[in-house]
Protein backbone atom coordinates (compact mmCIF):
# COMPACT_ATOMS: atom_id res chain seq x y z
CA UNK A 1 0.00 0.00 0.00
CA UNK A 2 1.44 3.39 -1.29
CA UNK A 3 1.79 6.51 1.30
CA UNK A 4 -0.88 8.27 -0.94
CA UNK A 5 -3.69 5.61 -0.45
CA UNK A 6 -2.33 5.35 3.64
CA UNK A 7 -3.17 9.13 3.82
CA UNK A 8 -6.38 9.05 2.00
CA UNK A 9 -7.47 5.86 4.60
CA UNK A 10 -6.87 7.76 7.45
CA UNK A 11 -8.60 11.06 6.36
CA UNK A 12 -11.52 8.92 5.61
CA UNK A 13 -11.48 6.99 8.81
CA UNK A 14 -10.94 10.62 10.67
CA UNK A 15 -13.78 11.87 8.64
CA UNK A 16 -15.84 9.41 9.84
CA UNK A 17 -14.86 9.62 13.43
CA UNK A 18 -15.85 13.49 13.41
CA UNK A 19 -18.96 13.11 11.67
CA UNK A 20 -20.34 10.64 14.16
CA UNK A 21 -18.73 12.88 16.83
CA UNK A 22 -21.22 15.50 15.88
CA UNK A 23 -23.88 13.01 15.27
CA UNK A 24 -23.30 12.34 19.16
CA UNK A 25 -23.09 15.69 20.47
CA UNK A 26 -25.93 16.83 17.92
CA UNK A 27 -28.03 14.54 19.45
CA UNK A 28 -27.03 15.11 23.40
CA UNK A 29 -27.58 19.26 22.53
CA UNK A 30 -31.33 18.07 21.32
CA UNK A 31 -32.01 15.88 24.31
CA UNK A 32 -30.40 19.50 26.32
CA UNK A 33 -32.78 21.85 24.75
CA UNK A 34 -35.72 19.80 24.63
CA UNK A 35 -35.39 19.21 28.01
CA UNK A 36 -34.87 23.30 28.80
CA UNK A 37 -37.88 23.59 26.60
CA UNK A 38 -39.84 20.54 28.87
CA UNK A 39 -39.19 23.18 32.21
CA UNK A 40 -40.27 25.86 30.53
CA UNK A 41 -43.89 24.25 29.47
CA UNK A 42 -44.16 23.36 33.43
CA UNK A 43 -43.53 26.78 34.89
CA UNK A 44 -45.55 27.89 32.15
CA UNK A 45 -48.26 25.21 33.31
CA UNK A 46 -47.91 25.86 37.00
CA UNK A 47 -48.00 29.14 36.20
CA UNK A 48 -44.67 30.01 38.04
CA UNK A 49 -44.54 33.96 38.65
CA UNK A 50 -40.81 34.05 38.35
CA UNK A 51 -41.43 33.31 34.68
CA UNK A 52 -45.17 34.35 33.79
CA UNK A 53 -45.12 38.21 35.68
CA UNK A 54 -45.78 40.52 33.00
CA UNK A 55 -42.42 42.06 34.64
CA UNK A 56 -40.55 39.13 33.37
CA UNK A 57 -41.44 39.24 29.76
CA UNK A 58 -38.02 39.36 29.21
CA UNK A 59 -36.92 36.77 31.07
CA UNK A 60 -39.71 34.22 29.45
CA UNK A 61 -37.98 35.11 25.55
CA UNK A 62 -34.56 34.82 26.74
CA UNK A 63 -35.66 31.54 27.89
CA UNK A 64 -37.93 30.82 25.08
CA UNK A 65 -34.66 32.04 22.70
CA UNK A 66 -32.30 30.05 24.38
CA UNK A 67 -34.24 26.81 24.12
CA UNK A 68 -35.14 27.13 20.23
CA UNK A 69 -31.49 28.43 19.34
CA UNK A 70 -30.31 25.60 21.01
CA UNK A 71 -32.25 23.08 19.26
CA UNK A 72 -31.63 24.14 16.12
CA UNK A 73 -28.40 23.87 16.75
CA UNK A 74 -28.45 20.52 17.77
CA UNK A 75 -30.38 19.41 14.61
CA UNK A 76 -27.22 21.97 12.33
CA UNK A 77 -24.52 19.35 14.62
CA UNK A 78 -26.57 16.29 13.11
CA UNK A 79 -26.52 17.50 9.55
CA UNK A 80 -23.43 18.53 9.67
CA UNK A 81 -22.36 15.22 11.10
CA UNK A 82 -24.58 13.51 8.45
CA UNK A 83 -22.69 15.65 5.73
CA UNK A 84 -19.40 14.88 7.15
CA UNK A 85 -20.32 11.18 6.74
CA UNK A 86 -22.13 11.37 3.02
CA UNK A 87 -19.13 13.83 1.90
CA UNK A 88 -16.37 11.88 2.54
CA UNK A 89 -14.57 15.60 2.97
CA UNK A 90 -11.20 15.62 1.33
CA UNK A 91 -9.65 17.67 3.93
CA UNK A 92 -10.81 17.01 7.28
CA UNK A 93 -8.89 20.63 8.61
CA UNK A 94 -11.84 22.56 7.38
CA UNK A 95 -14.44 20.15 8.90
CA UNK A 96 -12.08 20.03 12.49
CA UNK A 97 -12.44 23.78 12.57
CA UNK A 98 -15.93 24.24 11.00
CA UNK A 99 -17.12 21.57 13.86
CA UNK A 100 -15.26 23.56 16.65
CA UNK A 101 -17.05 26.53 15.76
CA UNK A 102 -20.45 24.90 15.45
CA UNK A 103 -19.80 22.89 19.23
CA UNK A 104 -18.95 26.54 20.47
CA UNK A 105 -22.25 28.67 19.02
CA UNK A 106 -24.02 25.91 20.12
CA UNK A 107 -22.93 26.15 23.83
CA UNK A 108 -22.57 30.30 23.41
CA UNK A 109 -25.43 31.35 21.85
CA UNK A 110 -28.21 29.54 23.39
CA UNK A 111 -26.42 29.85 26.76
CA UNK A 112 -25.65 33.44 25.92
CA UNK A 113 -30.41 34.27 25.85
CA UNK A 114 -29.95 31.97 29.08
CA UNK A 115 -27.93 33.95 31.28
CA UNK A 116 -29.54 36.98 29.69
CA UNK A 117 -32.85 36.29 31.40
CA UNK A 118 -31.44 34.90 34.22
CA UNK A 119 -31.12 38.23 35.65
CA UNK A 120 -33.14 41.03 33.76
CA UNK A 121 -32.39 45.00 34.80
CA UNK A 122 -35.73 46.95 34.16
CA UNK A 123 -36.95 44.69 31.36
CA UNK A 124 -33.03 44.68 30.09
CA UNK A 125 -31.41 41.01 29.66
CA UNK A 126 -28.51 40.46 31.73
CA UNK A 127 -25.10 40.96 30.45
CA UNK A 128 -24.99 37.00 29.44
CA UNK A 129 -26.64 37.88 26.26
CA UNK A 130 -23.11 39.66 25.08
CA UNK A 131 -22.55 36.16 24.74
CA UNK A 132 -24.85 35.77 22.03
CA UNK A 133 -23.10 37.56 18.67
CA UNK A 134 -19.66 35.89 19.68
CA UNK A 135 -22.28 32.45 19.41
CA UNK A 136 -23.28 33.97 16.06
CA UNK A 137 -19.93 34.71 14.79
CA UNK A 138 -18.55 31.40 14.87
CA UNK A 139 -21.95 29.83 13.67
CA UNK A 140 -21.62 32.07 10.42
CA UNK A 141 -17.69 31.30 10.11
CA UNK A 142 -19.15 27.10 10.59
CA UNK A 143 -21.61 27.63 7.66
CA UNK A 144 -19.59 29.41 5.36
CA UNK A 145 -16.37 27.21 5.83
CA UNK A 146 -18.71 23.81 5.13
CA UNK A 147 -20.60 25.51 2.07
CA UNK A 148 -17.35 26.84 0.71
CA UNK A 149 -15.23 23.11 1.16
CA UNK A 150 -18.27 21.27 -0.13
CA UNK A 151 -18.34 23.02 -3.00
CA UNK A 152 -15.09 22.35 -3.71
CA UNK A 153 -15.49 18.36 -3.93
Not at 131 to 146: C, D, E, M, N, Q
Request: one cysteine or more.
Amino acid sequence: MSKDSKKIKTRDASDGALGAKHLRVGWCFVALYLTMGLCLEVMHGFKVDWYLNVSNETRRLMFTLAHSHGTLLGILHIVFGLTLKGEGASDASWARRAGACLTGAAILLPGGFLLGGVVIYAGDPGRGVLLVPVGAALLLFAVVTTALNLRKN
